[in-house]
């Protein structure tokens, strides 16, 4: 299946801004972007198809899942 990963501010540093990539049925987030190598729990910010999902959320057929970092200020 494909899904199409979208990262978001210093994500995209070494790494792309947008790409499609292919998944076996069944793969969770985590599986997904396990080669983009963040820091455990994970990205900041993590939106499939817009909306919030946890690491384990199992990813569906043209899914767009969005990284952002997490966002702090005073």
Known sequence: MKVTIKLFAHYRIG???VAVREYAPGTSVRAG???LRFNEPG???I????APVPLDHVLQEGDTIALL???SGG
Do not use: E, H, S, T
């Not at 939106?47 to 817009?50: A, E, K, R």
């Open 43 to 45: 990205p900041g910010v």
């Open 69 to 71: 970092p997490q966002i």
């Open 33 to 35: 972007i396990a080669d």
């Open 47 to 50: 939106l499939v198809n817009g």
């Open 15 to 17: 790494r792309f801004k």
